[in-house]
Nanobody, 124 residues
Framework: VQLVESGGGLVQAGGSLRLSCAAS????????IAWFRQAPGKEREGVACISRDDGNTYYADSVKGRFTISSDNTKNTIYLQMNGLKPEDTAVYYC??????????????????WGQGTQVTVSS
């Protein structure tokens, strides 16, 4: 299983970015998939998740209404659409996957597979 993120970059506050995570050797629907982020000096934070059990989506309070997680099984790709970006969204963003249900979904140590990360920088 390999995960490769792309789509990060520098954007002004209020702008949008769409992150992609290309998955090899598995179908997103068969896994719990999530996006995490880590800013310098801070702990890794769960951003969004699609539950393997029921397909429901979950979001950190800080991104609700602004970010959307989705997956496309035909392309084996997971997306994170980020709108209304704020300087505090600046971080390295990682996608993660696990073949089992993960509870709580924000428990980053429970995920078996990780991408290498992509930098998102939001300027004020």
């Amino acid at each position: 299983v390999q995960l490769v993120e792309s789509g990060g970059g520098l954007v002004q506050a209020g702008g949008s970015l769409r992150l992609s995570c290309a998955a090899s050797e598995f179908t997103p629907d068969d896994y719990t998939i999530a996006w995490f982020r880590q800013a310098p000096g801070k702990e890794r934070e769960g951003v969004a998740c699609i539950s393997r059990d029921d397909g429901n989506t979950y979001y950190a309070d800080s991104v609700k209404g602004r970010f959307t997680i989705s997956s496309d099984n035909t392309k084996n790709t997971i997306y994170l659409q980020m709108n209304g970006l704020k300087p505090e969204d600046t971080a390295v963003y990682y996608c993660a996957a696990d073949p089992d249900p993960v509870s709580p979904w924000v428990s980053w140590s429970s995920y078996d597979y990780w991408g290498q990360g992509t930098q998102v920088t939001v300027s004020s």
